[in-house]
């Protein structure tokens, strides 16, 4: 089973911040917190991945709370094309190699105009 | 090459036919998983592949499921006598330690339908 909690839903304005609340309290000390996206009929995909300090890319940020049972994705300007099923995912371990993810239903951010 | 490909995209096919789906992953990833998405749920993880070892099976809904990786590489996820239930998009991804932080990368899937 999913070990997070996400909203099942969020609407977001174009052009304004979308933040995307994870719940994670059973979180281990060598899990990390990785979110991919899936948009309609396409593969998931990876967005951003931390540990316990926020992280930030060219698509997003991520916070981690201090004591690592949430976090919050962060699409600082979000588009019409950013609307998907977002998905928060803990895994023990850091690259590629270390088991299957185990995908919960995500949160379905609607950016409209 | 430069994603992960999988084929067919979609198949048709009737109910209690045998139907193989292939994976091709990124070169050098040493991981494959597959997983499967029914209409309007989440991933079902399936079976995963790391390098030589025995793969993880746990995720196989029933005995007509089985899959291989040939050389490592190319994989087929083969569905036997098939059901109107096993209808759902199959996606599968690959992976490498060497890729660091980004982990996964997905392909487009094959959207499967039993008719």
């Known amino acids: 089973d999913a070990k997070t909690t996400q909203p099942t839903s969020m609407d977001c304005a174009e052009g304004r911040a979308a933040n995307l609340p994870c719940n994670h309290s059973?979180?281990?000390?060598?899990?990390?917190v990785y979110w991919y996206r899936q948009i309609h009929s396409q593969g998931p995909q990876y967005i951003i991945h931390?540990?316990?300090n926020n992280e930030t890319n060219e698509m997003a940020s991520l916070i981690i709370t201090e004591d690592r049972k949430s976090s919050t994705l962060i699409l600082p300007h979000a588009t019409l094309r950013d609307t998907a099923v977002y998905y928060c995912?803990?895994?023990?371990?850091?690259?590629?190699?270390?088991?299957?993810?185990?995908f919960g239903k995500g949160t379905k951010l609607s950016v409209k105009p | 090459g430069a994603g992960v490909s999988q084929s067919p995209s979609n198949k048709v096919t009737e109910k209690g036919k045998d139907v193989e789906l292939r994976c091709d992953p990124i070169s050098g990833h040493t991981a494959l998983y597959w997983y499967r998405q029914s209409l309007g749920q989440g991933l079902e993880f399936l079976i995963y592949f790391q390098g030589n070892s025995a793969p993880d099976k746990s995720g196989l809904p029933s005995d007509r499921f089985s899959a291989e990786r040939t050389g490592g590489s190319v994989s087929t996820l083969t569905i036997q006598r098939t059901q109107q239930e096993d209808s759902a998009v199959y996606l599968c991804?690959?992976?490498?330690?060497?890729?660091?932080?980004?982990?996964?990368?997905f392909g487009s899937g094959t959207r499967l339908t039993v008719v």
């Open positions: 931390g540990l316990k």
């Open positions: 059973t979180i281990s000390g060598n899990e990390y």
């Open positions: 991804a690959s992976s490498s330690i060497r890729t660091g932080g980004n982990g996964y990368t």
């Open positions: 995912i803990v895994r023990v371990g850091y690259g590629g190699s270390q088991g299957n993810l185990i």
